[in-house]
């Protein structure tokens, strides 16, 4: 398929990460035996715990990973970009009639005899249901924006369901795809389509068709899985429980793997990489790290996080930001950021300083941007835009507003340190901030009326890793669009946290979503890209990989950059 040739050069080749041989240590010889004791039990460590088990009513990819164990898309992406098949019983195409030629439909074929955890039969129709339940406005799904495309979807028969597009859509393969595409039973949610989504049963007691089904939830903790005896290949799953653990760090976790084999798997490491290198040589486990779609950023906020509207909500368009929504103020802040101490001090080998938001596939890399440190220019912009320091207290200020910043993050030694780094930058020209660590169950939390969560967004800078979840990045780039401003009216649940709005930028935006001709919509994703950062809408500072430990003893784990990184838990085995 045209298509899929078209974007296998995107992939960047899996990297692993050197494995460091090393003695064992002293209490290395009572965990081994442990593991031999209970080799079919799976320990999955998260420093971020899950809280909520339906990733269309997250933001986090903590909540993604653990829904992904027991739910599933209709296909996948693997790390060479090829579309697999996973309730789909085929990848649509031009010549097997699933394309339509006209680009305003895909068809979609089943695979006969899938059944729910419960024993239900899974058919077209939950396909259409999951769609009725994500494009409801009142359900505020986080996925929605990656179903604006569709004009509807119908069940032509219980193994058959089209999906007909509003336009040409050269995204076809976005909707019921890779993590964003996680198949809802209908029978479980019918009832909860809508404003009382988050009063779903089925939101903590998942009923999924993948290989595990969870027999215990408490959210910010533990998850408890058993296989799905419903599987379509449950003589094949090798564990007999798995128990994903949340809570701790990064470090804490890195660890557990590493270094004293408490736990087979830890999810999203960011740990110096002095410390990683130490805890690798522990002799338990490896690091395995892809450089993919993930890059750490700061988002700036384009309201006013300080000033209430008469509802009580701050950060409303209602009020701009006093400074941030002056571009010549966010040039002076992107130049006085030093990327290259936080990249080689803090990430080591799984980082490098980039200047672009969007960083994979490689396809799409702009090479008009560049990397600047420059705290002497950073100063001379401020002055120009009028803020000095008329009191001398070191403070910058104007018309009797001095440029002092709260900025927050998740709780992460990597995130405190680079923090730290920027504090000192800002100083230097004359900006005082404050830093704030929000524990990452709250912080990425997607409850509404959570004040401290990434979308509600009280604080004037907030840094952040998120990156494309597909090889077309036409949902990642929709980000920054007027329409996905997340506020009151949309339950805070748009991605567009900044509040950033340029029609310039939505217009390209749109031209890309019906654009059939790659190269031309290589050359928009581009410009989309070029403008983000010459307009400083998004501070990029680092291109991360997505860096795990996983145990020797375990084998089967395949990262790829499109899909969260337990998609085939279902082929992990003990050696």
């Known amino acids: 398929m045209k298509k899929k040739r078209d974007r296998r ?45 339906n990733p269309h009513l997250s933001v986090g990819f903590k909540d993604w990973e653990a829904s992904r164990i027991t739910l599933e898309p209709l296909a996948t992406f693997n790390n060479q970009g090829d579309l697999i098949p996973i309730l789909a019983a085929e990848v649509p195409t031009l010549e097997n009639g699933g394309v339509a030629a006209d680009g305003l439909s895909v068809t979609w074929q089943l695979k006969p005899d899938i059944q729910w955890s419960d024993g239900t039969p899974f058919t077209a129709a939950d396909v259409v249901f999951t769609y009725e339940f994500i494009s409801n406005p009142e359900t505020a799904s986080a996925n929605s924006s990656n179903y604006d495309a569709i004009a509807s979807v119908e069940a032509i028969n219980p193994l058959t369901v089209k999906v007909n597009f509003k336009a040409v ?33 089925g939101n903590l007691s998942p009923v999924g068709t993948g290989p595990y089904r969870v027999v215990e939830f408490r959210p910010g903790d533990t998850v408890v899985y058993e296989p799905n005896p419903y599987f379509r290949e449950a003589e ?19 660890r557990a793997v590493l270094q004293t084999g408490d736990a087979d798997y830890a999810y999203g490491l960011q740990v110096e990489p002095l410390v990683l290198e130490q805890l690798e040589a522990g002799g338990q486990g490896q690091v395995m790290a892809n450089f993919g779609p993930l890059s750490e950023r700061i988002q700036l906020n384009q309201t006013d996080p300080n000033r209430a509207t008469a509802a009580g909500d701050r950060s409303s368009l209602e009020f701009p930001h006093p400074f941030l929504s002056d571009r010549q103020v966010r040039e002076a802040f992107n130049l006085a950021i030093d990327r290259n101490t936080i990249s080689e001090q803090l990430y080591g080998v799984t980082g490098i300083p980039t200047p672009n938001f969007l960083v994979s596939p490689p396809t799409y890399l702009s090479p008009n941007t560049r990397l600047e440190f420059n705290l002497e220019q950073a100063a001379a912009l401020l002055e120009q835009a009028g803020w000095q320091d008329t009191n001398g207290n070191g403070i910058r200020d104007k018309d009797g507003v001095e440029m002092r910043v709260l900025f927050q993050t998740s709780v992460n030694p990597v995130r405190h340190k680079t923090q730290e780094i920027i504090k000192q930058n800002f100083r230097n020209i004359g900006v005082e901030m404050e830093i704030k660590s929000i524990d990452a169950s709250i912080f990425f939390s997607g409850d509404p009326s959570n004040n401290d969560s990434l979308n509600r967004f009280y604080a004037d800078l907030q840094m952040v890793t998120t990156g494309n979840t597909s090889p ?22 748009g991605s567009n946290t900044s509040r950033y709005c340029n029609p310039e930028y939505d217009q390209l935006w749109q031209q890309s979503t019906t654009e059939l001709n790659p190269e031309t919509r290589g050359e928009l994703f581009i410009q989309m890209n070029d403008l983000l950062v ?27 950059s499109w899909d969260r990184v337990v998609w085939n838990i279902h082929q992990w085995r003990r050696r």
């Open 534 to 560: 010459e307009d400083v809408a998004v501070i990029p500072l680092v291109h991360r990989a997505d860096a795990i430990a996983v145990s020797n003893s375990l084998e089967g784990v395949e990262l790829t």
């Open 9 to 53: 050069p995107f992939i960047l080749p899996l990297l692993a990460l050197p494995f460091l041989a090393a003695s064992l240590l002293s209490g290395c010889g009572t965990n081994s035996t442990r593991q031999i004791q209970q080799p079919d039990i799976l320990r999955l460590l998260y420093w971020q715990a899950p809280t909520i088990l």
């Open 169 to 201: 859509n050269p995204g076809w393969f976005l909707p019921f795809v890779g993590s964003e595409g996680m198949i809802l039973p209908q029978h479980i949610f019918a009832d909860y389509t809508g404003a009382n989504s988050r009063q779903a049963p």
């Open 472 to 493: 077309d990045p036409t949902r990642y780039l929709q980000t920054f669009t007027c329409g996905e401003i997340a506020r009151p009216e949309n339950n805070w649940s």
């Open 236 to 254: 094949d799953l090798y564990f007999r429980r798995i128990e994903l653990k949340g809570g701790g760090d990064s470090t804490s976790a890195a």
